[in-house]
């Protein structure tokens, strides 16, 4: 979400080089102050996922059950970290939609 916002905040959108991230900019980055109980379900969910792509990359190329497992299970995941993101900032649902297909 913070690669969404500085996108479209910060960047010229004319460019499809990699632009720098400024300080200034950086400065100005929207990062909030949690509750410990949101931070420690962030980070669990963090360290989930992290688990599950340990898991994943030992799998290497096989095409397997545990493998389509694991890729779902990092999805669903994946997706409870945006959805806890979302109501730390508030975002509606019509903003979710803008979001999510930028980052098709």
């Known amino acids: ?26 400065k100005k ?8 109980q949101t931070e420690q379900k962030l980070t669990s969910l963090v360290e989930a996922i992290i688990n599950f792509k340990e898991r994943l ?3 290497k190329d096989k095409q397997t059950d545990e493998k389509a497992r694991l890729e779902k299970e990092i999805q669903k995941i994946d ?17 979710k939609k803008i979001i999510e297909e930028s980052l098709k």
Do not use: V, W
């Open 57 to 59: 990359i030992s799998q």
């Open 29 to 36: 980055l929207p990062i909030k102050n949690t509750l410990i």
């Open 79 to 95: 997706n409870e970290i945006d959805e806890e993101i979302y109501k730390l900032y508030g975002i509606t649902e019509e903003e």
């Open 1 to 26: 979400m913070l690669n969404f916002y500085h996108t479209y905040k910060f960047l010229d959108h004319s460019k499809n080089l990699f632009q720098k991230i400024l300080i200034a900019n950086a």
